[in-house]
């Protein structure tokens, strides 16, 4: 009989299924490797335990997210549709891979941080979220003009918490989400920027900054 080979993709798709289905506590080697169908050893000849295995789920997640958004923002359109671009771009990425937006909710960065974890996997974690703070603060500077700890969390909320917001419940019960989601997010991201976080004296209309980590 043939051997049957089993992707690590795979086998961290089986890791972020358990998780979702049945909790973190639940994600065990033996429960992951009957989720995915494959022998235990398949597991163990990749990661050295559950606790790596669910570290590397959750930074593919968080990888897969930060290339939703571009390494170049143009300032010469309006500063909110540009913000209003980005959280549908998130939105849509939620939408075509929920399991990974679930992932990254149910699972927070402080959990995984308590995990038992190697040196070199920490350090993966403080790459991934040095990365996710550089994004979000040169997307500030280039939208709003500066980057203060209050226009930071500003962008966070409209570009990366609300958009999952709007989907989370539909995401959580496998539904479909209705068009009309998808519709009201750049409404009511308009009025969390509101017109004064728009208007501001130090940002230059016409230039191009490299969100590249």
């Given at each position: 009989?043939?051997?049957?080979?089993?992707?690590?993709?795979?086998?961290?798709?089986?890791?972020?299924?358990?998780?979702?289905?049945?909790?973190?506590?639940?994600?065990?080697?033996?429960?992951?490797?009957?989720?995915?169908?494959?022998p235990?050893?398949?597991i163990?000849h990749?990661?050295?335990?559950?606790?790596?295995?669910?570290?590397?789920?959750?930074?593919?997640?968080?990888?897969?997210?930060?290339?939703v958004?571009?390494?170049?923002?143009?300032?010469?359109?309006?500063?909110?549709?540009i913000?209003?671009?980005?959280?549908?771009?998130?939105?849509?990425?939620?939408?075509?891979?929920?399991?990974?937006?679930?992932?990254?909710?149910?699972?927070?960065?402080?959990?995984?941080?308590?995990?038992?974890?190697?040196?070199?996997t920490?350090?993966q974690?403080?790459?991934?979220?040095k990365?996710?703070?550089y994004?979000?603060t040169?997307?500030?500077?280039?939208?709003?003009?500066?980057?203060?700890?209050?226009?930071?969390?500003?962008?966070?909320?409209?570009?990366?918490?609300?958009?999952?917001?709007?989907?989370?419940?539909?995401l959580?019960?496998?539904?479909?989400?209705?068009?009309?989601?998808?519709?009201?997010?750049?409404?009511?991201v308009?009025?969390v920027?509101?017109s004064n976080?728009?208007?501001?004296?130090?940002r230059?209309?016409?230039?191009?900054?490299?969100?590249?980590?």
């Amino acid at each position: 009989m043939a051997r049957t080979l089993f992707s690590t993709d795979a086998l961290l798709d089986a890791a972020r299924e358990v998780v979702l289905q049945r909790g973190p506590r639940a994600a065990t080697i033996t429960a992951i490797a009957a989720e995915a169908g494959a022998p235990v050893g398949s597991i163990y000849h990749r990661f050295d335990s559950v606790d790596e295995m669910l570290a590397q789920a959750w930074l593919r997640a968080v990888r897969r997210t930060h290339e939703v958004w571009p390494q170049t923002v143009t300032t010469q359109s309006p500063a909110i549709d540009i913000i209003i671009e980005l959280a549908l771009a998130l939105f849509d990425h939620c939408v075509a891979d929920p399991h990974d937006a679930l992932l990254l909710d149910r699972l927070p960065s402080e959990d995984v941080r308590n995990l038992r974890l190697s040196p070199d996997t920490l350090a993966q974690i403080d790459e991934a979220e040095k990365t996710t703070t550089y994004l979000m603060t040169e997307l500030a500077k280039a939208l709003l003009g500066r980057a203060r700890r209050d226009d930071v969390d500003l962008l966070t909320l409209a570009i990366v918490d609300m958009p999952f917001s709007f989907a989370k419940r539909y995401l959580q019960q496998g539904q479909r989400l209705p068009r009309t989601r998808r519709d009201r997010l750049p409404g009511a991201v308009h009025a969390v920027i509101g017109s004064n976080a728009l208007n501001q004296p130090t940002r230059t209309a016409n230039s191009n900054t490299s969100t590249a980590g």
